[in-house]
């Protein structure tokens, strides 16, 4: 199978490769800027990396030859990143919408397959968190169903949702691209991937905030407080980067079944708040580390505003429906929270406090 992965150095694209590249069928090229974390790719004759980004105005015309000779087309290329939302909007915006549609046009035009990664923002927050009670008493309230359940978001001045709304309206051009003229496509909403490679650790090997894990992972790893964003009362459903990466093998592997759906990809069984997160990987690292005093890592409460600037306004809860996946893909998460944290904390921990080299 002739992939095409645009985006494909960043922390999705380096474990899809890892699973692909292990099957000799699969022959992938690929564009990035970045190849931190595919150096390990780079000599593998299956595997061609051209170092820009796909829609750069000079890379467009290789694009559209890959595009024509290839069977399916992945799109990664995204800034999935909260704290760039209500801080950079046009460049979320242009990332999320603008520059992804001259591919959708590609694809449309040769009828190439298109397997494009949404988010689980498209749906923003729930109907519960609106409610005078804001009950979660009720599935129907709050559960996220791939094909019924609508997007609801917050005013415009709450920059926040620049990111849901472009992705939003990328899907629904894939969608009438697919209705009027007959795009083969699938979308993929991922629901908190984890695991190694995620982000980068803030003054190490990037700058600014990066998502949870990477925060709070920082902070263990510098002595700092964990900060809780007004409390750490939203909710979250955490999945294993390995399981995500299966699913989206067998989305490539079942086009009869997976084809023209939208999945949602995570583990309903993982939920967590982000204040039971912080907890949960203090004392997972207290594990790794063998050192007890990790047990009682400092915890601060803070606010959006000062943590994430004016605009903010978070997900409430994000509970997958994935009957969807388990049906015509035939997956099912299995690793449990503990499980997927002690892994990917471990896999940080060996990271950046390995000694340098002299
Ligand atoms: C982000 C993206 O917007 C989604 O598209 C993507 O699907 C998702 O990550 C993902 O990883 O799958 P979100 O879960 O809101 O969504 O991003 P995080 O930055 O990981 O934040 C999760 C929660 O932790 C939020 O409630 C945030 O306010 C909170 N947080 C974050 C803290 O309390 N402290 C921190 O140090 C960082």
Known sequence: MRVVILGCGGFVGSHLLDNLLRDESYLIEGWDPEDRKIRQHLDNPRFTLHRSIANAPEALVEVERAIRECDVVVNLAAICNPADYNTRPLSVIRANLFEVY??????????????????????GRTIASYLPAGTYDDPELYELREDETPLIMGPIRNQRWTYACAKQMTERLIYAHHDEEGLPFTIIRPLNFFGPRM???????GDGVPRVLACFMAALLSGEPMQLVDGGQARRTIVSIYEAVDAIRRVLE???????????????????????LADAMRRTYARITGDARYNDHPIVVTTADAFYGAGYEDCDRRMPDISKAERLLGWVPRMSLAEVLYGTMQSYHDTYTAPKAA
Not at 199 to 205: F, H, K, L, M, S
């Open 102 to 123: 001259p591919i959708v046009e590609l694809c449309a035009k040769y009828k190439r397959w298109l397997v494009s990664f949404s988010t689980s923002e498209t749906y």
């Open 199 to 205: 982000d980068y650790i803030p003054t190490r090997d």
């Open 254 to 276: 079942r086009p009869e079944t997976s084809q023209n759906q939208i999945f949602n990809i995570g583990n309903p069984n993982n939920e967590v708040t982000i204040a039971e």
